[in-house]
């Protein structure tokens, strides 16, 4: 782990790199156990990739309609 601006990061080696087929573009989730001693890094998979991206750009062009829908 490293200091990286404000925040920390994990190196990954480039054999694990290179087994887990990332690039710089992969989407990563990060699940942390109940009683925080683990972290668990997972691959998201790219439909699930689309699907996110897809929501963010719902919520970009229709973020005032959903806040206005949560007042109700």
């Known amino acids: 782990m490293f200091k990286n601006g404000n925040s920390f990061a994990f190196r990954v080696s480039k054999k694990d790199r290179e087994a887990l087929n990332a690039t710089s573009e992969t989407s990563f989730e990060k699940i942390v156990s109940p009683d925080g001693r683990e972290i668990t890094f997972r691959k998201v998979a790219d439909e699930q990739t689309d699907l996110l991206a ?3 750009h719902i ?3 229709h973020g005032d ?3 206005r829908l949560e007042d109700l």
């Open 54 to 56: 897809m929501a963010d």
């Open 65 to 67: 309609l959903l806040k």
């Open 59 to 61: 919520l970009d062009q």
